[in-house]
């Protein structure tokens, strides 16, 4: 392709205010998609010259040939759906071709949580391995479904711990929420044997690092890789103790409009997730197919 549509094309991502990742994505989708065509087709890829056949049969050898996810191929029809939008303004065409082609539908599973198998070795881990503080942060995470950020900011006010009974108030959440969720047995004496270690600091932020500052979110990414590394579990971040907590209370039949409080989600179809299938839900359907 001419190098100079991709350089009005660039200049006019950086004008409509663009990351520039966001722009090198599109450049190179684009540089691939010339490629293609110029091997399909024997021509240069230009702006007129792109049908709504070209759109559909890279489409198909994205997902046939290349075998890629129907996220990746959906990403770069959209940058060339936006290079042949900018064409169409600039009144280099008269039509946009990928106007009509649609995405690659893909079922939506569900996200990734910890089966009850998981979820045990991931606490013995921290039980056997750990301290008092990397304890406190898998019980908040486990049991709280507090967002990294969130878990973060806590302070040590935004704590009330009793014998029999506690709460965690998060003062600013997503989308500046207020919520309070209440603890259970096991949260709270993992975070009565924190307080009662915890370090001095001139600050109250409830988690202190190893600098006695303000444990920050990728230290609590870290303390949640770290155990699920010593309890042989893959993919396992903050945000995967949050979804289990989601998935747990479903299961133990909590209704959704209170999963949904819980978890400060604005819209109820966000919680919805958590009745779906996940892939090793799925997995574990076939093999109980299996024949004997």
Not at 48 to 55: G, L, N, R, S, Y
Not at 163 to 191: F, S
Not at 216 to 221: D, E, F, L, V, Y
Not at 240 to 257: E, F, P
């Amino acid at each position: 392709m001419s190098a100079q549509p991709l350089t009005r094309f660039r200049q006019y991502l950086s004008a409509s205010d663009r990351s520039e990742n966001t722009i090198e994505a599109y450049l190179r989708d684009l540089r691939l998609f010339s490629e293609w065509f110029k091997s399909s087709s024997g021509d240069q890829m230009t702006p007129e010259a792109i049908t709504p056949i070209d759109v559909r049969e890279y489409k198909t050898y994205l997902l046939q040939v290349n075998g890629f996810k129907p996220a990746t191929v959906n990403r770069k029809l959209a940058s060339i759906s936006a290079f042949c939008e900018w064409a169409r303004k600039s009144r280099l065409i008269d039509a946009n071709p990928t106007e009509g082609i649609g995405n690659v539908q893909e079922v939506e599973l569900a996200p990734r949580w910890l089966t009850r198998k998981e979820q045990y070795a991931l606490l013995r881990a921290v039980q056997k391995e750990g301290n008092p503080r990397d304890e406190a942060v898998i019980m908040l995470l486990l049991h709280t479904g507090l967002r990294v950020s969130e878990a973060s900011n806590l302070r040590v006010s935004d704590i009330e711990v009793s014998e029999r009974k506690g709460q965690v108030t998060v003062r600013d959440g997503k989308g500046g929420k207020h919520r309070v969720i209440p603890l259970n047995a096991d949260v709270r004496r993992a975070l009565s044997l924190y307080l009662e270690v915890r370090p001095d600091a001139q600050h109250d932020y409830l988690l202190v690092g190893k600098q006695r500052g303000r444990l920050k979110p990728w230290g609590i990414q870290y303390v949640a890789g770290k155990y699920a590394y010593l309890a042989k579990l893959d993919n396992v971040t903050p945000h995967t103790l949050r979804h289990t907590l989601g998935k747990n209370l479903v299961d133990a039949g909590v209704s959704l409009d209170k999963v949904a409080t819980l978890l400060g989600h604005k819209n109820l179809n966000t919680t919805r997730m958590y009745t779906r299938p996940s892939g090793a839900d799925l997995a574990h359907a076939v093999e109980r197919l299996e024949i004997k």
